[in-house]
T-cell receptor
Framework: QQQVKQSPQSLIVQKGGISIINCAYE??????FPWYQQFPGKGPALLIA?????SEKKEGRFTISFNKSAKQFSLHIMDSQPGDSATYFC????????????FGSGTRLLVRP | DAGVTQSPTHLIKTRGQQVTLRCSPK?????VSWYQQALGQGPQFIFQ???????QRGNFPDRFSGHQFPNYSSELNVNALLLGDSALYLC???????????FGPGTRLTVT
């Protein structure tokens, strides 16, 4: 059972544009929602994360928007750069489940120069 | 401050063999989680170790086992390797009772 659904599978954006990746979750017990960035041959790197008591969190060019009632959250990358080209994973975890991460299927982002 | 380290980087094994992967957590972290990432997919949780004990386990068979040492480093063992075990194996470390998990570069296991 896929508990975190991610879309789109791939995304092409022009340099300077906004990249938007969406995730939906099923289990309302999740209480932590991180985004990870992964480059080829590397491990995932924690990018930004949000708790469900907050509707938006911004760090530099990266923003998470969180809609608790819809059980959805999204990553916005402003002023996208070619260096942002990577695979992005959303995830969810629960404190009462030892914080184990449940990942989405990933989005391959290509930012064209 | 060293991040999470894993060894070896790459490994090629034959079906039926056994393999041991190693992980050293980020300095100050006491909890280690292992994930399996098949090509083109998101990581899947295998198990987590804290205080040298397996605290939580994902949907993986008993062929997958682990260990945590007093210095918090950890090993992942896989017995009777199958072709389907070919994947990137990721170790993530964290501090107990915190959400943030930091991943190592992974070990790429190929089973032929």
């Amino acid at each position: 059972q896929q508990q975190v659904k991610q879309s789109p599978q791939s995304l092409i954006v022009q340099k300077g544009g906004i990249s938007i990746i969406n995730c939906a979750y099923e289990n309302t017990a999740f209480d932590y929602f991180p985004w990870y960035q992964q480059f080829p041959g590397k491990g995932p790197a924690l990018l930004i994360a949000i708790r469900p008591d907050v509707s938006e969190k911004k760090e530099g060019r990266f923003t998470i928007s969180f809609n608790k009632s819809a059980k959805q959250f999204s990553l916005h990358i402003m002023d996208s750069q070619p260096g942002d080209s990577a695979t992005y994973f959303c995830a969810a975890s629960r404190m009462d489940s030892s914080y184990k991460l449940i990942f989405g299927s990933g989005t391959r982002l290509l930012v064209r120069p | 401050d060293a991040g999470v380290t894993q060894s070896p980087t790459h490994l090629i094994k034959t079906r039926g063999q056994q393999v041991t992967l190693r992980c050293s957590p980020k300095s100050g972290h006491d909890t280690v989680s292992w994930y399996q990432q098949a090509l083109g997919q998101g990581p899947q949780f295998i198990f987590q170790y804290y205080e040298e004990e397996e605290r939580q386990r994902g949907n993986f068979p008993d062929r997958f086992s682990g260990h945590q040492f007093p210095n918090y480093s950890s090993e992942l063992n896989v017995n009777a390797l199958l072709l389907g075990d070919s994947a990137l194996y990721l170790c993530a470390s964290s501090l107990d009772y915190t959400y943030e998990q930091y991943f190592g570069p992974g070990t790429r296991l190929t089973v032929t």
